[in-house]
């Protein structure tokens, strides 16, 4: 029967229209002969010339009609409720055509045959064409992985509609919290509560669990993520409407859980008046632009409509691709120029050639080396970049009177433990320096923690790690983070860069620390495996506890040696 069907809906579509219309011959003909034996409870009628009469009239009529409202044209398996409507329209005029040519023949009672004929039609061709649409999307049940939607609401519905006609997932049931909506039907699934899922996950089979609340909080996000861990299930998160609408995603765009969506944060809202303050018809220079902090805030500078947008980066790969996403951006109607700049922060020469070239105003200092790990093993280019780089740029600011530079920084420059955090804190020491020693430029520095999908995050990590089976690299089971998203990092730098004095450090209030350790449990947990440890010997992933990385002390006592007078 399934590969029946498969044949049957794989025929060129000339042949199917054919079968469909032969189909609808052979349905409105029973149609009218049935509706003749129920109004006469006899077969005699049907051997009546004029029966026959208005079976011809009404066959032609009523294809014509068919044809020209798109019977034919429809693909049955894509059918949505709303083609009811054009059937019902079809099949009452098929009827009233019947009725009219009876009573100018002379059938006897056409207006009950009418009625009768009209309901058996209407049965018939409606009938068999969603019977048809029910068995293939039947068939198509055990290739798809089945699925409960939690959210019950308008994302819901839009993405039930979305899921039956694709080849992925098959919903099963709704499950939602409110209790308002609990027991009753929704897009002709039951809606459950949370406390049910066990029971739908042994009834039904269920193997997966999406997510269609974008709306909520994040706070309010990682509550109900918690709560599905115990089940075992991999869950899934539905994509929010404001990206579909503007394009940057697809309803059935289904995303694995963020690292955003974990950690239960509510991003910080900008302040409108200090974003626009350094930017707006302003020349604006971004050093390290293509990096995942400086293409950030470019994208968002871009949009606060800087008269001169330049771009700076030591790779050519990088600068070229924020180039060119910036002026796809561009073509939507913005008028800003850009200019992208190839070369080295730590050339003072050639940038004070070009910030007194474009007479930039405000400098935004993102580019730098920030892996730790990277950093202590090439300690030498980590000062050279980080330490030098922000003097060579920060001098040419002064000597080119920029207005403002901004230096981006981190919270490992607080007390450093490591080179990369000791050349980022030596960094803000000498904006400081060069602050208090001038008055045309006005430098500050904004430190924040872990950003969210930037280069090197522990969230892309943990993901490879779970697909290639574990285990998962921590490196200490207390260690904990503080983490942002890249636009909240990008709109604090803008902000700092309006409210600072001369020498300000900025800091982002980011919430509660999070336990990488946690994290990672929640990471393989919502991906529908267990852990692996001596509680649960027979888990999926393993979390391996590796230990601070040693600090190269003969690097560091070369590094020091270098620097001292």
Not at 255 to 272: A, H, I, Y
């Amino acid at each position: 029967m399934r590969l029946m069907l498969r044949h049957l809906f794989r025929l060129p579509r000339r042949y199917k229209r054919i079968i469909l219309l032969l189909t609808d011959v052979a349905l409105l003909s029973a149609s009218l002969l049935v509706a003749i034996m129920v109004k006469q409870d006899s077969w005699l009628l049907h051997f009546e010339p004029v029966v026959w009469q208005v079976l011809l009239v009404t066959l032609t009529l009523s294809l014509l009609l068919f044809i020209r409202l798109g019977f034919y044209r429809a693909v049955i398996r894509y059918m949505s409720p709303r083609a009811l409507q054009t059937i019902l329209f079809g099949v009452t005029a098929s009827a009233l055509i019947m009725g009219t040519t009876g009573y100018l023949i002379g059938l006897a009672a056409p207006l009950t045959l009418t009625v009768i004929y009209g309901m058996m039609a209407l049965l018939s061709v409606g009938g068999i064409r969603f019977f048809l649409r029910s068995l293939y999307q039947r068939s198509l049940v055990r290739d798809k992985a089945r699925v409960a939607i939690y959210g019950a609401g308008a994302c819901g519905s839009r993405l039930i509609a979305s899921l039956r006609q694709s080849s992925e997932f098959a919903p099963f049931a709704f499950v939602d919290d409110w209790r308002g909506m609990q027991g009753t039907y929704f897009e002709g699934l039951k809606v459950h509560a949370p406390s049910e899922l066990p029971k739908l996950i042994a009834d039904y089979g269920i193997e997966r669990i999406l997510l269609a609340i974008p709306s909520t909080t994040h706070t309010r996000r990682r509550e109900i993520l918690r709560s599905l861990e115990s089940h075992g299930l991999p869950v899934q998160i539905v994509p929010s409407m404001d990206d579909v609408v503007n394009g940057h995603a697809h309803l059935d765009d289904i995303r694995d859980v963020s690292l955003e969506d974990l950690l239960g944060r509510d991003p910080v809202p900008p302040c409108p008046e200090l974003l626009n303050a350094n930017i707006r018809d302003k020349v604006v220079l971004v050093t390290g632009a293509g990096g995942s902090i400086g293409s950030e805030l470019c994208r968002q500078i871009l949009a606060l409509k800087p008269r001169k947008l330049l771009l700076m980066d030591v790779c050519e790969h990088s600068l070229y691709r924020i180039e060119q996403e910036l002026l796809h951006i561009q073509a939507g109607g913005v008028t800003t120029r850009i200019k992208p700049l190839l070369g080295s922060v730590q050339h003072q020469q050639r940038l004070e050639t070009l910030l007194h070239t474009f007479h930039v105003q405000t400098i935004y200092h993102t580019a730098a080396y920030k892996h730790v790990p990277m950093v202590e093993y090439n300690v030498l280019e980590g000062v050279r970049n980080n330490i030098f780089g922000t003097l060579a740029t920060a001098q040419a600011a002064i000597a080119a009177r920029v207005e403002t530079f901004v230096l981006i920084s981190t919270d490992k420059a607080v007390r450093p433990t490591n080179i990369m955090g000791t050349t980022k804190r030596l960094a803000e020491l000498i904006c400081q320096a060069l602050s208090m020693n001038q008055r045309d430029t006005r430098f500050c520095m904004v430190r924040f923690g872990n950003v969210l999908g930037s280069s090197g995050s522990v969230v892309p990590l943990f993901r490879r790690q779970i697909a290639s089976g574990g285990p998962l690299t921590v490196t200490h089971p207390d260690i904990t983070r503080y983490f942002m998203t890249i636009p909240e990092a990008a709109q604090l730098v803008l902000q700092a860069g309006a409210m600072g004095q001369g020498g300000d450090v900025f800091v982002l209030d980011m919430g509660s620390p999070v336990k990488i350790a946690e994290l990672a449990r929640e990471m393989v947990r919502l991906s529908g495996l267990e852990v692996k440890d001596d509680d649960n010997p027979d888990g999926d992933i393993e979390i391996h506890f590796t230990g601070c990385a040693p600090v190269k002390s003969s690097m560091r006592s070369c590094w020091w040696g270098r620097m001292s007078p």
